[in-house]
């Protein structure tokens, strides 16, 4: 009893729903305040969640895991439910198909059994359909009972169409009416039953219809009976199956994420321990320790941890105390130095002054003597600020200075220097005032070394040309072996030193200002420097909060950049001079 029909429709209904107009929750009046206040805070929230999904890895882990659950589990259930699904609608189709198989020959075994001389072709028809009507009624299935028709003809256009009371006939599929107009097998096909109960109310349900055929004696045409099984007991089962399986899944799902929470928790929680006492430890609290409990790999973590960090703690306050020693040992040693320098430099000016009676090496010697006590003045002096500076006790006397006034003073002081190096030195800057609130004497003692060591490491041009550069004012730095540039805007001031001498190698720009660091350390200080000068710009630089930079090529020369914020204590983001110098291709 097999059909070559196709399914008409599935096993479940859909309920109608009333269309509502669709409100967005705005207030009356359309208030553009509230709305923008509104993606403020959605904004607000999407932020935090992404914030929180970042930074938590427990979030990330019982949120993957759900996830991850979810999808198998609606996997897994909707096999389930396909399954159950399929075996409920092949047994349901089995039985239908069984019962009108009896039906319809219980019915031709009763035409047969009528009287020869019956022609009562509508006595014989409802015979044939009121017994099967009354059995249908009592076990819950309609019938539908239709004499021949033409071809296109439908079921409720033939005149002599019979069927259950309240049945809608359109009940019975198109589909398999055409197919008892080519072939009379019996045949069976899904579809919906529609009808109306008593209080004339319309019902409609899925069903599974059953098509057989049976012949009349009384004018020997074959009738087409439709009978209407319904599947509302199989779709109530298959809803509370569905039930069943939504509701196992949600708690399943609660108790993935419940047990992911509680198992990623004992695993985050000492982490997070670990993060919070290595914060506390960064910021100096040295004391800080884990909490060690049990044997397990998370507590031998925790003691490996504070191991390190007693460790740690040891090292520092070495450290601590050696610095302090050193500190100290600097400072006295400044300071008892002092007393004998005094002495030995009254002694060398008696000598100085008196060079010109002595023999020529006596006098030579006299003169050696006091270059060398310039030179050691100063280095003791640079040995003394280094040591306020490693001890926290340099402070700036603020005011409010002209950086272009600053570098052309210097440039000034320093052209003896230039002129017996035999290089040239111009300031670049611009007509208006470059003002910046900062201490004089140390951001003009930046500038001096930044310019001192320009003289040392720049390549002398020719004596002309030198004469030329240095004679040709401030504002053109092309025939300059040193450019001193001026620079400012609304937020920072600069003061960038461009020489054109040997210039850096690669990593030596943060390596310049180390202590006593030279690029070239068979090369001689021309300039009586000390090999701290530019340490203690540094020092200067970041006392003011700003920055002194860098930057270096080999045979290209270098520049070296301070940029200071306009007003003290105010914050940098960039500097008005570029650290790399826009002729930084050529090489001169």
Known sequence: MSTPAPPASSTSTAAASPTTAPTDGAPSGDDPFADVGRRRRLAESLRTGLTVWRRSIQVRVVASTMVLSALVVGAVGWFLLQQTRDGLLDDRVEAVVAEAG???????????????????????????????????????????????????????????????????????????????????????????????????????????????????????????????????????????????????????????????????????????????????????????RLRVAGEDDLARLATSFNQMASNLQTQIRQLEELSRLQRRFVSDVSHELRTPLTTVRMASDVLYDARDSFPGGTGRAAELLQTELDRFEVLLADLLEISRFDAGAAVLEIEDVDLADLARRVVDVTRPLADQRGVSVVVDAPARRVRAEADARRVERVIRNLVTNAIDHARPTSGDAAGAGAGAGQGDGTAADVVVRVEGDDRAAAVAVRDYGIGLESGESAMVFNRFWRADPARARTSGGTGLGLSISLEDAHLHGGWLQAWGRPGAGAQFRLTLPRRSGGELRQSPLPLVPTDAGSRR
């Open 102 to 288: 009896n039906e319809t020959a219980e019915a031709q075994d009763r035409l047969l059994a009528a009287s020869g001389t019956d022609a009562d072709a509508a006595g014989q028809r409802v015979q044939l359909i009121e017994p099967i009507v009354n059995r249908g009624e009592a076990r819950g299935f309609a019938v539908v009972l239709a004499g021949p028709t033409e071809p296109g003809e439908s079921l409720g256009e033939a005149g002599d169409t019979q069927f259950t009371p309240g049945l809608d006939v359109a009940s019975v599929p198109p589909a398999l009416v055409a197919h008892f107009a080519d072939s009379s097998s019996p045949a069976w096909t899904y579809g919906r039953i529609r009808s109306e109960d008593d209080r004339g109310r319309s019902r409609s349900g899925p069903a599974v219809v059953v098509g057989s055929q049976v012949e009349l004696p009384a004018d020997g045409e074959t009738y087409t009976l439709y009978y209407l099984f319904p599947l509302e007991d199989e779709e109530e089962t298959l809803a509370l199956v569905t039930r069943a399986l939504l509701t196992a899944a949600v708690l399943l799902l609660l108790l993935v994420g419940g047990v992911t929470f509680l198992v990623t928790r004992q695993v985050v929680t000492p982490i997070r321990l670990a993060r919070q006492v290595a914060e506390r430890l960064a910021a100096g609290r040295l004391t800080e």
